[in-house]
């Protein structure tokens, strides 16, 4: 199963991004739960975002009522819909999926970095 995040760049502050997730693969998998971490410059990374299967949500307080993700279980992908952004919100953005692959255990896999840089 592969991840594959897309969608970042450069935008003013006050701006607006949306970040995608697709998973892929060529065997028959399930996805629990679909995670947006974050790392900027010197810093460790970071959860952002989360939703769950059932289409609950959790996210840092740094970035409430600001971020909002969104999954199309149908697609397998995830969405990080971002609004009223901030210099401090630059950062490499990743996904992560809870993802199950037939009768397995299921694993946490990792997209590639897009990066999303704030400018004042």
């Known amino acids: 199963v592969q991840l594959q995040a897309s969608g970042g760049g450069l935008v003013q502050a006050g701006g607006s991004l949306r970040l995608s997730c697709a998973a892929s693969?060529?065997?028959?998998?399930?996805?629990?739960?679909m995670n947006w971490y974050r790392q900027a410059p010197g810093k460790q990374r970071e959860l952002v975002a989360s939703?769950?299967?059932?289409?609950?949500?959790a996210y840092a307080d740094s970035v409430k009522g600001r971020f909002t993700i969104s999954r199309h279980n149908a697609e397998n992908t995830a969405y990080l819909q971002m609004n009223s952004l901030k210099p401090e919100d630059t950062a490499d953005y990743y996904c992560?999926?809870?993802?199950?692959?037939?009768?397995?255990?299921?694993?946490?896999?990792w997209g590639q970095g897009t990066q999303v840089t704030v400018s004042s």
């Open positions: 992560n999926a809870e993802i199950r692959t037939g009768d397995y255990p299921s694993s946490y896999y």
């Open positions: 693969g060529n065997y028959f998998f399930s996805i629990n739960e």
């Open positions: 939703i769950f299967r059932d289409g609950s949500t």
